[in-house]
Nanobody, 116 residues
C-alpha cells in the first residue's frame, strides 16, 4: 500500500516560488514512476507532472517551463519546484505513484495559495 506525505505548500504572491516535497513509503520507490496532481476549488483533480523511475520528467502543458519535478531515490522523496506561480495554480497538491492504479489512497495533500 502506497503511503505519501506531502509538504511545502503555503501562501505566496503571484510570481513567487514554492518547493513541494512528498515522502513515499510502502513501495520500492526507485522502481516506480511518481506524479504530482492538483485539485483547484470546484474542479477535478488534474495531473501536473510525472517522473519515471529512470528520472525522465513529463509535464502538463500549462506547467511546462514553470514547474520542475525531481526525485531522490536515496530519500524515497519526490519534489515539485514551482516558479512563476499564478493565481490559477492555487489548489491542493497531491503526489502518488504513476499510473495511479484502480484505487489510489491519496494523502492529505498540501495547500498552495497564490494571492497578493
Amino acid at each position: 500500500q502506497v503511503q505519501v506525505v506531502e509538504s511545502g505548500g503555503g501562501l505566496v504572491p503571484p510570481g513567487g516560488s514554492l518547493r513541494l516535497s512528498c515522502a513515499v513509503s510502502g513501495i520500492l520507490f526507485r522502481f516506480n514512476s511518481m506524479s504530482w496532481w492538483r485539485q483547484a476549488p470546484g474542479k477535478q483533480r488534474e495531473l501536473v507532472a510525472y517522473i519515471t523511475s529512470a528520472g525522465s520528467p513529463n509535464y502538463a502543458d500549462s506547467m511546462k517551463g514553470r514547474f520542475t519535478i525531481s526525485r531522490d531515490n536515496a530519500k524515497d522523496t519526490v519534489y515539485l519546484q514551482m516558479n512563476s506561480l499564478l493565481p490559477e495554480d492555487t489548489g491542493v497538491y497531491y503526489c502518488y505513484r504513476y499510473p495511479l492504479g484502480s484505487s489510489p489512497s491519496w494523502g492529505q495533500g498540501t495547500q498552495v495559495t497564490v494571492s497578493s
